[in-house]
């Protein structure tokens, strides 16, 4: 036990979770505001006319000061005042005593009287008479106040994930705040929350079995946890879960009383109309076809019955009508979507006048044209100036549409909808959060920048395990200004190092890095590669993924990423005291693991698949291999289960379970007796009927790479095995072995011995038994150009040059319009913006990229961008792709939602497009990209000289060194 004294005014400032720095000088402490001292502990001093929110997180504050020291404080309604120290939290206006303060002139508020969400934290010296210290927490509303609360909580050392995540409490014996006089900034976003959503198999069997026990069902004690949460957070809002399968948010009456107790406003997602829930509120047999056109009368009668019950809280109304749940409109012709629509919004605003006593503009109204409801805007929709249009993203992390010049303008303003998790077609992802912050960063500061700053919604699923995702959205909605590309890379590093120590934050950073650019390429619930929905309702079909065991050193290089960044995750795991396991296998080990077992089932099992084909005696293994890591997956998220004691059992469920057990298939293949040696080469695709001879993909001064050559048996007994490099100047790391199944060599050139030309020959010999076999070597080693000549330069190897957009050699800019590289983004985790969306200049920006090659004629141009979507109506996803001073060709990144190619390129996270271009002889060249249309980000580029292999990322970068 430590004491220590908070600087929080640093703290609150910080753009991160905050330091708590200690201090125990006597002179320190009698300048400081003693929150607890080893005899005593400050009470808190509320006023009884002030809100219930008050209440509820002045007594959570008294419970987190309890957390850190042992000591609880008392929550006090006493107008009278009785200690030398206090703590006096209130609402400017419901609370006297704060209200004395300010007549006195003693705390001035007025930066932020009459203000959104903001606050002050103040120590003041003899406020009171008898009185010597106070530490003051006043908000402008009751949400402010929260938030000054909960700012204290984190700062003594209570995470907001103390409950969500098991993340320890710093003890202190004695806690000293020194003097603060803090004023919060006013929120980024006027309305922050999430939805919880698709909790059929997470949120809802666990808040039945382990919170609301009662009802069986999500209620009033899970929604109070997820509120306090949100608060925490300073966030505001939450769309409450809404699945057929769980009762429905006003079926429990406490629930909105929660809801208010803690201050916390409630909204609804895209079809919820009037806070009403179809899905399971509407039966048939009683109320008849939720059909406008023929039951108008029983559609406005439910809305009706549920703004009169919601009417006296704080909501923000959806205004729609779609159909049952997530459908489209029923039985409406197309040609009358239009005006049934405005009819529609024109009742349900009737009804909000009816019941709540305020103007309709002010009562706060969303309209999120989500689907088919987009389509029945762009045609003409006339929607009140009022209401704030809240543009959806694809719901894989893609916003589809943003305000234009003139929706700018409209008084409701605009926001966003936003997914980290998903149920529907193509394919679902509701596991893990793999959605990269970077990514989340990009599309979130687009919309800010096109005013989208009154509504963000975050879709977070069952919250775990989207904790960081949560946090970062969040935290973005809060103050956007304090991000930006160059530090988003590191904000979860940051966050794990405040709470599981500053030595692991370069770990960190490296876990977390390499965990989602592993799965930008392809989520860990995507691996089985089928488009079919694989996590619920139907058993996936699964096949060979388009990683390549034979290329680039594809799928084996992919399997090694994830367990190094599993290995380094170990490593932490059981360095950690036993208090902090817990928290880190939730937000760190499970993810990283998780994702790495499900990988490596799904790549092993084809890997087993594929050399069954060729025979090779270590199919079998693998195929057992692949039923461990099934098996592996199972335990640890029964682990996960067990966490706590049981706290999160039934929470999580792991890809291959449902809706009943399944893994990859696999082959197990007969073995003859006797041994036979066979060989594989990269780059060897298919053989047979091809080629009848070994030859290694060239080796390249320029690229100085080397290669491996598989020796493998296609029997059942031991196989011994030579090897010879005909020539000294290839160089082989084993020349020998006695195997059961397999080994690899590592080929590699003596640059110090091997002659100059430009076809060098070199031949390996393997023997077995009586077997021989030859593999040949061709070496590219011209007399000029030298490598000094090219360095820095890419390289064409083997036919093909690859390029990173991020690593470019010049850019072009102008005053307004910038080239911005973001980092930890795409298949390179490199990618390059072309401006802004504040500025719509085509061409004004441009980066350029020197590459040799060393042939000549006709090439493919493959430009790898992200796959988004136009900024408005009058805008498309064009960008410039040009070589030299050849035709600017225009590729586009549109795809219509929901068509095969849209599908391809969320699945795979890249919008592809492939030019044919000209270079008219071997050389130095320049590719340049030119901006089009506004903000398109393009990831990789490669120019395939007639050698570009079968691959799902493409070849490796390669420039010369």
């Known amino acids: 036990m430590r004491n220590c004294i908070i600087a929080l005014l640093v703290l609150l400032t910080m753009p991160l979770n905050g330091q708590i720095k200690m201090n125990s000088t006597m002179d320190l402490k009698k300048q400081s505001f003693p929150l607890a001292t080893k005899s005593k502990v400050c009470n808190i001093y509320i006023d009884k006319t002030d809100f219930n929110s008050t209440e509820k997180v002045s007594n959570l504050l008294a419970e987190d000061i309890g957390r850190v020291t042992g000591k609880k404080a008392v929550v006090s309604t006493n107008k009278k005042i009785d200690y030398k120290e206090i703590i006096l939290v209130g609402t400017l206006g419901y609370n006297s005593k704060i209200d004395e303060l300010v007549k006195a002139q ?219 749940h997530d459908g489209g409109l029923i039985g409406v012709p197309e040609n009358q979507k239009v005006s049934v629509l405005e009819s529609a919004i024109t009742e349900e605003r009737k009804i909000l006048s009816k019941y709540i006593r305020k103007p309709i503009e002010e009562i706060p109204q969303i309209f999120v044209p989500y689907k088919e409801v987009l389509n029945i805007y762009e045609k003409g929709l006339k929607l009140p100036d009022d209401v704030t249009i809240v543009w959806p993203d694809d719901n ?333 100047w290839i160089k082989l790391d084993k020349t020998n072995g006695n195997i059961k199944t397999q080994d690899r060599l590592k080929v590699s050139v003596d640059w110090s011995k091997v002659p100059t030309g430009e076809k060098i020959k070199g031949e390996i010999e393997f023997t077995s038994g009586s077997q021989r076999e030859k593999v040949f070597v061709s070496v590219f080693n011209p007399q000029t150009p030298g490598v000094s000549e090219l360095q820095g330069l890419y390289i064409e190897d083997n036919g093909v040059i690859a390029i990173n957009p991020g690593n470019y050699h010049r850019k072009s800019e102008s005053e307004s319009m910038k080239i911005k590289v973001l980092d930890g983004i795409g298949y390179e985790n490199k990618c390059i913006q072309l401006g802004s969306v504040k500025e719509d200049k085509p061409g004004t920006v441009s980066a350029e990229y020197d590459f040799y090659t060393f042939n000549a004629g006709s090439v493919t141009v493959y430009t790898y961008a992200l796959p988004l979507f136009a900024q408005d109506r009058e805008h498309k996803t064009a960008y410039g792709v040009q070589i030299d001073d050849g035709i600017l060709n225009w590729a586009t990144t549109a795809a219509e939602e929901y068509s095969h190619l849209w599908k391809q390129n969320v699945i795979r996270n890249s919008a592809i497009n492939i030019t044919t271009m000209n270079i008219d002889k071997p050389g130095k060249h320049t590719l340049k990209l030119t901006s089009g249309d506004p903000g398109m980000v393009i990831q990789k580029i490669v120019i395939d000289l007639g050698g570009m292999k079968r691959s799902y990322l493409g070849p490796n970068v390669i420039t010369v060194k």
């Open 396 to 728: 894989f992390g893609y916003i589809k549409r943003l305000s234009n010049k003139d929706e700018q303008k409209r008084k409701g303003g605009s926001g966003v909808y936003y997914h980290i998790s998903y149920l529907g077609e193509p394919n679902d992802y509701l596991w893990l959060n793999s959605t990269p912050p970077a990514l989340m960063y990009e599309e979130m500061k687009k919309a800010y920048d096109t005013g989208a700053d009154r509504y963000w919604l975050l879709n977070v699923g069952d919250i775990k395990p989207g904790e960081m995702g949560m946090q970062l959205f969040l935290d973005m909605a809060w103050d956007m200004d304090r991000f930006n590309s160059d530090n988003i890379p590191e904000y979860e590093s940051n966050q794990l190092a405040l709470i599981f120590g500053n030595k692991y934050k370069v770990d960190f950073k490296y876990i977390k890095d390499v965990y989602y650019w592993l799965a930008f390429s392809r989520k860990p619930e995507y691996m089985s590669w089928g488009f079919k929905w694989n996590s619920l309702f139907q058993k996936a079909r699964i096949t060979d993924t388009d990683y390549s065991f034979v290329n680039y050193n594809e799928a084996e290089g992919r399997i090694e990423q994830y367990d190094a960044i599993a290995a380094k995750t170990e490593k932490i795991f059981n360095s950690l005291p036993e208090e902090y396991k817990s928290a880190f296998f939730q937000l760190v080990y499970y993810p990283v693991k998780g994702a790495g077992l499900r990988n490596k089932e799904m790549l092993v099992g084809q890997q087993n698949r594929w050399y069954a084909l060729q025979g090779r005696s270590l199919t079998n293994e693998l195929a057992e291999k692949v039923k461990l890591y099934h098996d592996s997956l199972d335990m640890i998220t029964k682990d996960y289960n067990s966490l706590s004691n049981g706290k999160w059992n039934k929470m999580m469920t792991a890809p291959g379970s449902l809706p009943k057990p399944y893994l990859s298939p696999t082959s197990i293949i007969p073995l003859p007796e006797s041994s036979e040696m066979a060989l594989f080469l990269p780059g060897e695709d298919d053989t047979y009927g091809v080629s009848n001879f070994h030859v290694l993909p060239c080796f390249s001064v320029y690229s100085k790479r080397q290669y491996f050559i598989d020796v493998y048996n296609k029997g059942a007994q031991s196989m011994s095995w030579k090897a010879q490099a005909i020539q000294d």
């Open 106 to 324: 003693k705390i001035d508020v007025s930066p932020i009287r009459n203000s959104w969400e903001r606050f002050i934290i103040k120590t003041v010296i003899n406020p009171f008479p008898g009185v010597e210290k106070a530490l003051i927490i006043a908000g402008s509303d009751r949400r402010g106040t929260a938030y000054g609360v909960f700012s204290v909580s984190e700062a003594i050392g209570v995470s907001p994930w103390y409950w969500w995540a098991d993340v320890p409490v710093k003890k202190q014996s004695e806690i000293y705040i020194e003097p603060v006089e803090y004023i919060s900034k006013a929120p980024s976003v006027k309305y922050r929350g999430v939805f919880l959503n698709d909790e059929d198999w997470g949120l809802f069997p666990w808040a039945g079995q382990n919170m609301d026990k009662d009802i069986k069902d999500i209620g009033p004690k899970t929604y109070a946890k997820i509120f306090e949460l949100v608060l925490r957070l300073k966030g505001n809002m939450v769309a409450p879960a809404m699945h057929s399968c769980t009762g429905a948010f006003y079926k429990y009456p406490d629930n909105k009383l929660v809801a208010d107790s803690f201050g916390v406003i409630m909204t609804t997602s895209h079809c919820e109309p009037l806070m009403y829930n179809n899905a399971s509120e509407w039966v048939k047999k009683v109320n008849g076809e939720w059909n406008y056109l023929t039951n108008k009368e029983g559609i406005l009668k439910v809305l009706d019955n549920r703004v009169s019950e919601a009417s006296p809280f704080d909501n923000i109304y959806t205004v729609v009508l779609r159909g049952i």
